[in-house]
């Protein structure tokens, strides 16, 4: 979608290493969607951010939301091949329970 | 709780065929949401339902369409199928009662190939 870019496309990463992805929106944002994809299986939720400013952590897994909730950063810290799959951010633009989302970021960790 | 199920996993069919896919939310969610994944154009919103009423709907053609039932299982059905509508198809629970701002829990998906 247009209304949200998420960067990079791809991402590979030393095993260890940290990394972060980002989500940038063309208009504020009511809430904010991280999810989790291995290929072709469904989404696992990881975390939802509502208000500006907001940070919450999950594992190794942080996720921002700036303070004008336009723009979110997923970091993860100390990268595991577990970590590997697709992540996508979605928004919540309060048009009831219809979630946009951006498309997506293959991570890869390399051992 | 048990999680989102869908059925089925896989499926094969033919151009102009119909089909139907099914949804079984979280326990206690009374709100199914459909989307279309496929690799060109990303993961796209269908439509909404809850308690048994569309709320809110996507930009997709008429031959898509669905159902809630009183149980708050869901099921989606494409007529006149078309090989683009070959994607995996993701439905989501969620224990939302006013519309937005309740997380949806996905399912598995179901993977709709048309030949």
């Known amino acids: 979608s247009q209304e949200l870019e998420q960067s990079p496309q791809s991402l590979i990463v030393q095993e260890g290493k940290n990394l972060t992805i980002n989500c940038t929106s063309s208009k504020t944002l009511y809430g904010l969607y991280w999810y989790k994809q291995k290929y072709g299986e469904g989404l696992i939720f990881l975390m939802m951010?509502?208000?500006?400013?907001e940070e919450k952590s999950h594992e190794k897994i942080t996720a921002k939301l700036d303070e004008k909730k336009q723009q979110s950063s997923l970091h993860i810290t100390a990268s595991q091949p577990s970590h590997a799959g697709i992540y996508l951010c979605g928004a919540d633009y309060s048009s009831a329970s219809k979630i946009i989302f951006g498309s997506g970021t293959r991570l890869s960790i390399r051992p | 709780k048990a999680g989102v199920t869908q059925t089925p996993r896989y499926l094969i069919k033919t151009r102009g065929q119909q089909v139907t896919l099914s949804c079984s939310p979280i326990s206690g969610h009374r709100s199914v949401s459909w989307y279309q994944q496929t690799p060109g154009q990303g993961l796209q919103f269908l439509f909404e339902y809850f308690s048994e009423t569309q709320r809110n709907k996507g930009n997709f053609p008429g031959r898509f369409s669905g159902r809630q039932f009183s149980n708050s299982r869901s099921e989606m059905n494409v007529s006149t199928l078309e090989l683009g509508d070959s994607a995996l198809y993701l439905c989501?629970?969620?224990?939302?009662?006013?519309?937005?701002?309740?997380?949806?829990?996905f399912g598995p998906g179901t993977r709709l190939l048309v030949l």
């Open positions: 989501a629970s969620s224990n939302a009662r006013t519309s937005g701002g309740e997380t949806q829990y």
């Open positions: 951010l509502q208000k500006g400013g």
